[in-house]
Each structure stands twice: as structure tokens, then as C-alpha cells.
């Protein structure tokens, strides 16, 4: 099989002085940070999607970009040589997993049978390809939002049907995950959602999106699959409103049909923003609840209300992300590229630099969030700002050992208004620039 990548070389860490445009600056695989390799922290994935497949169509125009990879689309040659282009860009790029929706790695049929034997030889060629590399599947999925059988939901559906379809599909990527040795498997809630209350039954359609889940663990256990399922929340798009809204409304739902134990989080930066929160909110809303799993790391456009799917550059953001994982002690999954070239960035070459420039965003930012943490200021800061909770009452209250009475009688014996320490925020917002930029 010959080169795809032509005039592309391996790429390698050159440091931050570099001006070579297919080098890295700050992602240096086996540079030790805080105990563990860089690599080790920065589980990096290639989506199978943004990368192989989208070839910069929008809704005012055809692609721009060439995917075809010297064959025809829609064909199984094709398949293939989207598999040759992926293992030989994550082996010039240094880049360790993969994730993959069904249809993003055959073209689907009418028949389901024959899709499943199309999924069948793909992966054999997949599983043959990975074999002398360190590649890895990170996570798996179906794709249960484009195809018009979706059109009101998978899970939420109002057919028999279009659920058994669901279904069907999600044992097969299940099984495919687990052939491919798969860390997790995701549930992006597509079309899980609604345009209008005036034709929808939410009780009804949340209650069969669990149940659908609810099975796809017991199979999944079945198969042998012992990794993580994902819930990768968003707010809005392709619906109104989207049932996964975000990481807390997630969990709750997780805990109310009891899937807690098997589900953890996929956080997206860009679907956090539309939901309106900063990613960081939503990756401490994880933590603090044990699920933080897996992460697509994209960027989102303040300006813009929709799922823009950037590749991220802004460092500010990628340390305040790596400063929660750290805390967090590190993710069960990785961190998948769910971004895409822009449209008018349509060469090969282009394709490299995207990636250049989220593994260099996210090794600064890990490289930053150590500092942040080695140099101490915001921990001690925050641990300062509680410290009224130390003494005989506070800790009384935190062990939940207290009344109401109790309390109001302590309150009124102060006599005078109690004034709490300042937040800081200003303050802590420079300690932050001076490791930033310091
Ligand atoms: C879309 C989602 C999607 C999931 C996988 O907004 O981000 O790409 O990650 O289905
Ligand atoms: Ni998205
Ligand atoms: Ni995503």
C-alpha cells in the first residue's frame, strides 16, 4: 500500500522556538510531568468522522476538501483506504486511539444484515492493521442521528421499529468496540430531544432512552466489555432541546434509572459552551460526582450558537481543562479530537497542522495546570476560604450533626451582622497570568 501522505514526515518535538510548521512545539510524548509521561496524560484520539470523512460540506455548500483517497465513495475500497489514511496520520502524528461511529467506517446498507458483514470486514482490516502498532481503539458508537429512520429519535422514538433498529445498531458497535479493544462506548443523544412539547411525551421518551441503555449494559457486560459507557451531554442541535442538556442533568438521570454505576461522562468543550457553561463547570460537575470519563477536545466560537467543532487554541482554556483532570487524577478514557478543519483549510497538509495544534494546545495547558498546582497559590487560596469550617461548629455542620435551633441560636448571640473574607477573584485571576505568561 503506497504512501497517502505524501511529503508529510513523521512528526517530532522541536521545541517551542521552532518555526517548522510539521513539528511540535510543546508535545514532547515522553517528557514527565508530574510523575507520568505526557503521553500517558494526553490520551489523544483521532475521530474517525471530522478526520476521514468530512470533506468541509455545509449547509450552503459541497465538499472542499478530497476524501476520496484515490477511490470511490461509498465503496468498500474506499473504507479501506480511509483505514490506510488513518493508521498512517496517527502514526506520523504519534497518536495512540481512535474512535469511530458505525457508519463512519463502512457505507451503510438497506439491509442491516449486510451492513453488519460490511462492520465485520472493515473491522478484520482494522484489527489487522493495529497489529505492530500501538494504535488502540479509545471508543466506539452508532451514528442514530443521521439517517432519516432517526428523524424523531432513536431511543425517543415513536416507532417499534426505528427503537429495534437502534437497538440492533448498538449491538453491533458494542461488539465491534469490544473486537477493537475499545476503552468506552459513547451515547451522543443526537436526536434524543425535542422541537415541541406539543407533540412530545418526554416522560415516555426519557423512560425509553434508559431502557434502551439499560440493555445495551447488560449486553454489553455480556460480551465481555468492561469498560466505561459515556453520556456525552449537549444542550441544542440538531434539536430544540436536547434531554443530555449537560453534565448535571446527565447525571441525574443517570442515578434515576439507576445506570450510575456504568455511565461516567464525555465532556465536550463546545457542547459545555452551548449549554452555557465554561468547559472547566462542566468537568468539575463530573468530577465531583465520580464521572469524569473521556473528553472531545474542540472549541467552540463565542459568536456562534452552534457546535462549531474547532480545533482548540486557546491555552487559557486547555490548562484551566487539564488543571481539573489533574485534580481529578486523570481521565478512564482520552481525549478525542471531535473538530474539524475549517472549510476553506481543504489540503492534506492542513489536516496536520489541526492536529499539530490541539496536542500542542493541550500539552501547554498540562504543562501550565503542573505549574499551577506545583506553585500552590489558588489550592492554599481555596482551602483559606473555607477555613471557618475548621473550628468545633463547622465541622459539626459538615458531618451533618446539626439543627436548625442550634444553629439560629448561635446566630443570635452575635449581635452583629458576620462579614465573610474576600473572594479574591482579581487577585487570582493575575496569580493565574503569571504562570500563564510569567
Ligand atoms: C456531536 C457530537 C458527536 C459525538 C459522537 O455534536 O459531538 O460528534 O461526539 O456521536
Ligand atoms: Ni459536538
Ligand atoms: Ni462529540
Redesign the pocket.
Known amino acids: 500500500m503506497s504512501e497517502i501522505f505524501k511529503n508529510i514526515p513523521k512528526i517530532q518535538y522541536e521545541g517551542a522556538s521552532t518555526k517548522n510548521p510539521l513539528a511540535f512545539r510543546y508535545y514532547d510524548a515522553d517528557r514527565v510531568i508530574m510523575g507520568k509521561k505526557m503521553s500517558e496524560h494526553l490520551p489523544f484520539a483521532m475521530?474517525w468522522?471530522?478526520n476521514l470523512c468530512a470533506a468541509g460540506t455545509d449547509m450552503f455548500g459541497r465538499d472542499t476538501a478530497d476524501k476520496s483517497f484515490a477511490t470511490e465513495k461509498g465503496t468498500m475500497a474506499h473504507a479501506k483506504a480511509k483505514v490506510d489514511a488513518g493508521f498512517e496520520f496517527m502514526q506520523k502524528l504519534g497518536i495512540q486511539y481512535f474512535?469511530f461511529?458505525d457508519v463512519d467506517i463502512v457505507p451503510e446498507a438497506d439491509d442491516i444484515n449486510e451492513t453488519n458483514r460490511r462492520l465485520d470486514e472493515i473491522t478484520d482490516y482494522i484489527l489487522e492493521k493495529m497489529k505492530g502498532t500501538d494504535i488502540k481503539c479509545l471508543w466506539g458508537?452508532a451514528?442514530m442521528?443521521s439517517n432519516p429512520r432517526f428523524m424523531n429519535g432513536a431511543g425517543s422514538t415513536n416507532s417499534v421499529d426505528v427503537y429495534c433498529f437502534a437497538a440492533a445498531q448498538i449491538k453491533k458497535a458494542l461488539e465491534l468496540t469490544v473486537k477493537l479493544g475499545g476503552r468506552g462506548y459513547?451515547f451522543?443523544g443526537?436526536r434524543e430531544g425535542y422541537e415541541t412539547l406539543l407533540n412530545t411525551d418526554v416522560k415516555f421518551e426519557q423512560e425509553n432512552i434508559a431502557s434502551l441503555m439499560r440493555m445495551a449494559v447488560e449486553y454489553g457486560r455480556s460480551i465481555g466489555f468492561t469498560g466505561d459507557f459515556y453520556i456525552?451531554p449537549?444542550p441544542k442541535?440538531p434539536m430544540k432541546h436536547q434531554y443530555d442538556f449537560d453534565a448535571a442533568t446527565a447525571i441525574g438521570f443517570l442515578r434515576q434509572y439507576g445506570l450510575d454505576k456504568d455511565f461516567k461522562m464525555?465532556i465536550?468543550a463546545?457542547?459545555a459552551t452551548l449549554a452555557g457553561h465554561t468547559f472547566r463547570h462542566e468537568l468539575r460537575i463530573s468530577a465531583i460526582n465520580g464521572m469524569l470519563g473521556s473528553i472531545?477536545a474542540?472549541q467552540g466560537d463565542y459568536l456562534l450558537g452552534w457546535?462549531t467543532?474547532e480545533f482548540p487554541y486557546d491555552v487559557y482554556e486547555s490548562t484551566m481543562c487539564m488543571y481539573e483532570v489533574l485534580k481529578a487524577g486523570g481521565l478512564t478514557g482520552g481525549f478525542?479530537f471531535?473538530a474539524k478543519n475549517r472549510r476553506p483549510s481543504n489540503t492534506y497538509e492542513d489536516m496536520f497542522h489541526a492536529y499539530i495544534l490541539g496536542m500542542d494546545t493541550f500539552a501547554l495547558g498540562l504543562i501550565k495546570a503542573a505549574e499551577l498546582i506545583e506553585d500552590g497559590e489558588l489550592d492554599a487560596f481555596v482551602e483559606k476560604k473555607y477555613e471557618s469550617f475548621n473550628g468545633e461548629l463547622g465541622q459539626k455542620i459538615r458531618a451533618g450533626k446539626t439543627t436548625l435551633a442550634e444553629l439560629a441560636d448561635r446566630a443570635a448571640q452575635m449581635r452583629t451582622c458576620p462579614v465573610p473574607a474576600s473572594g479574591r477573584q482579581e487577585y487570582l485571576e493575575g496569580v493565574v497570568n503569571r504562570i500563564m505568561f510569567g
Request: glycine letters at 4%; hydrophobic letters at 20%.
Open positions: 475521530a468522522w471530522h474512535c461511529h458508537t451514528n442521528f459513547v451522543w443526537g456525552e449537549k442541535e464525555n465536550e463546545n457542547h472531545d474542540n457546535d467543532d478525542n471531535d
